[in-house]
């Protein structure tokens, strides 16, 4: 087994602050042997850590930031999934890439050709020059006679898995897209919240008060958002835009802003007391950078904003691609008794968007 800096690690541990789950990582880092510290596969680890794949990922990106790990963005080539490309930084990349093996030109699908893995530093642990030379001769031998190498399995993290987690956003935010260009992503889910009865408590309480009312309600927002494995995007206005990289998480998420802002209200007056509205829809966005952030848009968003209009208060609204993807429908029993299907027609859009709407609480009704 390759020689391990302790002293290294250690200071590095204790600058990662009081986490339950450093002893693990450290144990890890000492003992696991050489290949499975190249590459490592978060499926493995969340089994042997009994933690969620999310929370890996989140201890992950916390090593990468206290230089305890590596992470690498890679462009897979999408005919021979060969690397296109290999990037230490987002920032680096670009939306179009070449693979010099089958000479095509490709545009980056954060989930589809996108991978990001993580290895140990090499000043924490040495490890052979062998194992990177043995992978890459791998993906050489298996393009050469099978015509492409495989990549893809459960153990592999997805470009969209970093981009969308919390920590990424938390620890590396200033890293982002260049200016010019966007990264696509297939499948996103964009949630829009918007609050009922504002404008009357503005004109009622005062801006002062009403915006500390405001103010609370993005926090409890904001949480629910980012407990259910979500980043809160930006606000605008009253509107909170989130987004999911698992629908079911979405759905959680909705009863969780909403049951936070119920028991909020418990303590509130009546004129004191707001109402959520919840839009939702599934489909492709583009990433970009704005304002030094990294914000989303197309028509996935328009449409997520749109439904999220159309709402009624207390109600979550869902386009159809959203209520159609796996686990959702499952995740809307227990809390909803019905749901109710109707045709919007939307501004700018030539055929009507088919919206789902559920009541989200008893006492609310359409
Ligand atoms: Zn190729």
């Known amino acids: 087994m390759s020689s391990t800096n302790k002293d290294r690690l250690d200071g590095a541990l204790k600058r990662f602050g ?5 002893s693990k990582l450290r144990e890890f880092l000492l003992m696991a042997p050489d290949e499975e510290l190249f590459h490592i596969d978060p499926v493995r680890l969340a089994e042997q850590w009994n933690l969620r794949r999310q929370a890996v990922l989140e201890i992950l990106l916390r090593a990468v930031r ?6 690498e963005w890679i462009f897979h080539c999408p005919t021979c999934g060969g690397v296109a490309k290999e990037s230490l930084q987002l920032a680096h ?27 140990v530093n090499l000043e924490i642990r040495n490890l052979p020059t ?8 791998q993906i050489i031998e298996d393009i050469a006679n099978n015509g492409r190498h495989v990549w893809r399995n459960g153990g592999t993290i997805k470009g969209v898995e970093i981009l969308n987690h919390p920590i990424f956003r938390e620890i590396f935010g200033g890293e982002t897209i260049p200016l010019d260009q966007s990264l696509e992503i297939r499948a996103a889910t964009v949630l829009f919240s918007d609050v009922t009865g504002s404008t009357a408590m ?11 009312i405001i103010r609370n309600h993005f926090d409890l927002v904001f949480q629910a958002i980012g407990e259910h494995d979500g980043v809160p995007i930006k606000t605008i ?4 835009m989130g987004v999911f990289v698992d629908e079911v998480s979405a759905v959680r998420a909705a009863f969780a802003m909403q049951d936070a802002l119920s028991s909020s209200n418990e303590s509130r007056t009546d004129g004191e007391k707001l109402t959520l509205k919840i839009g939702v829809h599934r489909g492709p966005v583009i990433a970009v950078t704005l304002n030094d952030r990294i914000d989303y848009f197309g028509r996935t968003v ?13 109600q979550l609204s869902m386009g159809e691609a959203f209520i159609r993807a ?25 055929t009507p968007v088919q919206v789902y709407r559920a009541a989200m609480g008893q006492a609310e009704s359409f």
Do not use: W
């Open 302 to 314: 328009n449409i997520a904003a749109r439904i999220q209009a159309v709402s009624g208060p207390g």
């Open 237 to 240: 206005g009253d509107e909170v």
């Open 66 to 71: 206290f230089e305890i790990l590596g992470m």
């Open 18 to 22: 009081s986490h339950p789950a450093i």
């Open 93 to 119: 990349t670009h939306e179009h890439e070449f693979c010099p093996v089958c000479r095509v030109d490709f545009r980056n699908v954060l989930d589809e050709n996108v991978e990001v893995f993580f290895s």
């Open 202 to 212: 503005y004109e009622r309480l005062g801006d002062a008060q009403a915006y500390r």
């Open 326 to 350: 796996p686990g959702v429908k499952e995740a809307l029993q227990g809390r909803v008794s019905r749901v109710k299907r109707g045709a919007v027609r939307m501004k700018g859009i030539d």
């Open 130 to 137: 062998s194992l990177r030379e043995e992978h890459e001769q």
